[in-house]
Antibody, heavy 119, light 108 residues
Framework: QVQLVQSGAEVKKPGASVKVSCKAS????????IHWVRQVPGQGLEWMSI????????SFAQKFQGRVTMTRDTSTSTVYMELSSLKSDDTAMYYC????????????WGQGTLVTVSS | EIVLTQSPGTLSLSPGERATLSCRAS???????LAWYQQKPGRAPRLLIY???SRATGIPDRFSGSGSGTDFTLTISRLEPEDFAVYYC?????????FGGGTKVEIK
């Protein structure tokens, strides 16, 4: 069965970086784009970025340009999202999600990774 | 950026009642690119509807979506206890992808 399994919760200090992983299984990794969506506690969903596991340049929401780095490892079917220069308002749950290419919607989601930024 | 405005913010209903949730876009969105998600506390969102009106795999037929252009609707025909949650619309027609602010369906 399709699964996206994310790395565990992180606590970081302001100014630090965090790297979150999303390991895919149960399908051909290179066939589906992976997106990252975050959710500040008690608030709504915010799209961050997209990566094509087959290759090519990732794309980002403008507010994250310059702070987000997306990489992938096809040997382990894993996508990584690194967010730098962390601020307290980056405290959020970070989700990876698979874009179903025919439905043009996110059909599978990771379980989420809570990143807490605190001094 | 396409802004999606959901209303109402909170809907207080009883089990068995009908829920009608609205999603209005700041500019026209092809229905192909409009989806609805359900989110329960502590859980990742779950896809309900894609292409504005098609149910995702395993979604009960009490959930239906409709609309076009700038106005879209999610209807839950008869609320079951497990349907009390937050619902989000989302567009992927243009970048950045955007979500509505959500509608919370709570037990009255």
């Amino acid at each position: 069965q399709v699964q996206l399994v994310q790395s565990g919760a992180e606590v970081k200090k302001p100014g630090a970086s965090v790297k979150v992983s999303c390991k895919a299984s149960g399908y051909t990794f290179t066939r589906y784009y992976i997106h990252w969506v975050r959710q500040v506690p008690g608030q709504g969903l915010e799209w961050m970025s997209i990566i094509n596991p087959s290759g090519g340049s990732p794309s980002f929401a403008q507010k994250f340009q310059g702070r987000v780095t997306m990489t992938r490892d096809t040997s382990t079917s894993t996508v990584y999202m690194e967010l730098s220069s962390l601020k307290s308002d980056d405290t959020a749950m970070y989700y990876c999600a698979r874009l179903q290419e025919t439905w043009l919607a996110f059909d599978y989601w990771g379980q989420g990774t809570l990143v807490t930024v605190s001094s | 950026e396409i802004v999606l405005t959901q209303s109402p913010g909170t809907l207080s209903l009883s089990p068995g009642e009908r829920a009608t949730l609205s999603c209005r876009a700041s500019q026209s969105v092809s229905s192909t690119y409009l989806a609805w998600y359900q989110q329960k506390p502590g859980r990742a969102p779950r896809l309900l509807i894609y292409g504005a009106s098609s149910r995702a795999t395993g979604i009960p037929d009490r959930f239906s979506g409709s609309g076009s252009g700038t106005d879209f609707t999610l209807t839950i025909s008869r609320l079951e206890p497990e349907d009390f949650a937050v619902y989000y619309c989302q567009q992927c027609a243009t970048s950045p992808l955007t979500f509505g602010g959500g509608t919370k369906v709570e037990i009255k």
